[in-house]
C-alpha cells in the first residue's frame, strides 16, 4: 500500500513539474499568445468552512516541522481519529503539518501557498497530492485537460520550490 501510494505521488509530481504552458497564436498567425489556464490561478474559496480549514494550517505552522503535506481531502482526512496511529507511526516524527483542505483544486492550493501556507517554515519535504478535484465532473462545474492539470500542479511545485530552494541534490 505504501509503495503504491508513494508511486501515485511520484506521477502527479512528474507530470505536474512538466513545463505545459499552452501557446497560441493570433488570427495573423505571426504573434504568439499565451492562453492563460484556469487551474494555475490563484482561487480564494469562499464559505466560513473553507477559511476556517485555512486558518487552521496557519496555526499549525511550525519551524521545526520537517514535512508538509499539500492537497486535497485524501491529505485531509489523515487527521481523521481512525487513522491517528498512521499519523503518529510515520509522520509525527518529521512534525509533519497536514496542508490538506477537502474539495481543494489546484488554485484554492496556490491561493492558500500564496497567503500564508509557507511563512515561517522551513520543511525539507514537500509532498504534493492534488488534482482529482479537477477532474471530477460529478461536483465541480468545469473540468481541466490533463495539460491544464499538469500546469497547474507545475505552478504549485514552483511555488515550494520557490520558497524552499534545493539545497543539495541525490
Known sequence: ?????????????????RNNEKHFTSENNRIPEIMENPASLAVKKEGVWWINQHQTILNRLNP?????????????????????????????????????????????????????????????????????????GNHYLTIST????????RKICTIIHKNFPIQKSF
Open 64 to 136: 521545526n516541522s520537517e514535512m508538509i503535506l499539500v492537497g486535497n481531502s485524501i491529505f485531509h482526512t489523515m487527521d481523521n481519529k481512525d487513522r491517528e496511529g498512521v499519523w503518529q507511526k510515520h509522520l509525527d516524527t518529521y512534525n509533519t503539518i497536514n496542508m490538506g483542505i477537502s474539495g481543494d483544486r489546484t488554485e484554492n492550493v496556490i491561493w492558500r501557498l500564496e497567503n500564508g501556507s509557507l511563512e515561517n517554515i522551513n520543511p525539507k519535504v514537500a509532498v504534493v497530492l492534488i488534482g482529482t478535484n479537477n477532474t471530477d
Open 146 to 153: 490533463p495539460e491544464e492539470l499538469a500546469g497547474g500542479i
Open 1 to 17: 500500500m505504501n509503495k503504491l501510494l508513494l508511486s501515485i505521488i511520484g506521477v502527479f509530481i512528474l507530470f505536474g513539474c
